[in-house]
């Protein structure tokens, strides 16, 4: 198992002995200790933050702070979040970033915690696609997002919140409807008769097969639909209806 996920998914005892054989080194001032012991872990220092950070059982475990160089768990804290929403796949690897929530997502105080840095990091990540166009951050971008519904990390807020910004082009780019229909999160009929749900979006939903024939056939009977959206779903029964 790599470094990184051991030490995110060690007991209180497996992450003491990871540290113990490190705990006389004063051979390091407390400013490169945490490189200094990251570099024994074959992990760098924004890694071995998050790896020990992350961990459920970390914060009980106040002998392992002084070895990586922190006073406290809240010092560490701190870190591991500036480290977690500014970090775009460089010091963390996408690999890491997965693993950390599958860790988070069965712990009710760290989920809670994730959902908070979850947007800022988010909005971080969505810039630097906006200002790079970089096809290797864009497709682990889609892989996450993915990973963040399926894994249950985001609340039904923020789900709605993303539903609710029907010009954006993230949602566009990740297929972000079908994601959410796709991960359970809100049912089919209700997020297929919303308004801000756009005729675009609805036709991938139906070419996913995502939506059963009697929910078009409901839908058609709202007369206040657009014709766009009249025009594809009537296309599609067409094709479709047995």
Known sequence: MPAFNALLSATEE?????????????TVNKEDKLNAVGRKFLLRGAQLVCAVGFNPN????????????????????RQRNDVFTRDIYRRLTFDNVIAIYTVVKDHSELLQVMQYLLKKRLHNVEGKIEETVNSMIIEKYKAEMRAIYFDRIVTIDFVEERLDAKDSGFRALLNEVAIIIESKL??????????NILPEEKRKLLNKGLIPIDLIE???????????????????????RE
Do not use: C, H, W
Request: aromatic content about 12%; hydrophobic content about 40%; proline content about 5%.
């Open 14 to 26: 497996e992450l003491v002995q990871s540290f113990y054989k490190f705990r006389d080194d004063d």
């Open 58 to 77: 970390a914060p009980n475990l106040t002998e392992i702070l002084p070895i990586m160089g922190f006073d406290s768990f809240d010092e560490l804290a």
């Open 186 to 195: 809100i049912p089919t009929g209700d997020i297929f008769f919303r308004e």
């Open 218 to 240: 409901s839908r058609l009977e709202d007369k206040t639909i657009s014709m766009e959206e009249k025009r594809i779903l009537l296309q599609y029964l067409k094709l479709n």
